[in-house]
Nanobody, 123 residues
Framework: QVQLVESGGELVQAGGSLRLSCAAS????????MGWYRQAPGKERESVAA???????AYIDSVKGRFTISMDNAKNTLYLQMDSLKSEDTAVYYC?????????????????WGQGTQVTVSS
């Protein structure tokens, strides 16, 4: 099993910056890649950014050039650097871990989620 603990969400003004962190523990060998999702009130959860262990990244168009996802494999920690924040970025942000399929008994089937951290951008 994998546990994910998030931190870094808070209230900031438009144009400001935040860095979210997600520390993974447990059976971290199960993790094939990680990503950040967000969900605003009344909206569906959407993928924001993703990264594989190799370092390959992907972003939703609305955050390209403003957000940067990174992963420290040695520390098993995922980061999301958020710059030039906009009001539209206000949401609960969730960390997610994708898993390898080699051991469903150990790693499960559906990946793992963090508890979510609130990011609120004012103005």
């Amino acid at each position: 099993q994998v546990q994910l603990v998030e931190s870094g969400g808070e209230l900031v003004q438009a144009g400001g910056s935040l860095r979210l962190s997600c520390a993974a523990s447990g059976d971290t060998i199960c993790i094939a890649g990680m990503g950040w999702y967000r969900q605003a009130p009344g909206k569906e959860r959407e993928s924001v950014a993703a990264i594989a262990r190799t370092g390959t990244t992907a972003y939703i168009d609305s955050v390209k050039g403003r957000f940067t996802i990174s992963m420290d494999n040695a520390k098993n920690t995922l980061y999301l650097q958020m710059d030039s924040l906009k009001s539209e970025d206000t949401a609960v942000y969730y960390c997610h871990a994708d898993i390898y399929p080699y051991s469903t008994a150990r790693c499960g089937r559906n990946g793992y989620w963090g508890q979510g951290t609130q990011v609120t951008v004012s103005s």
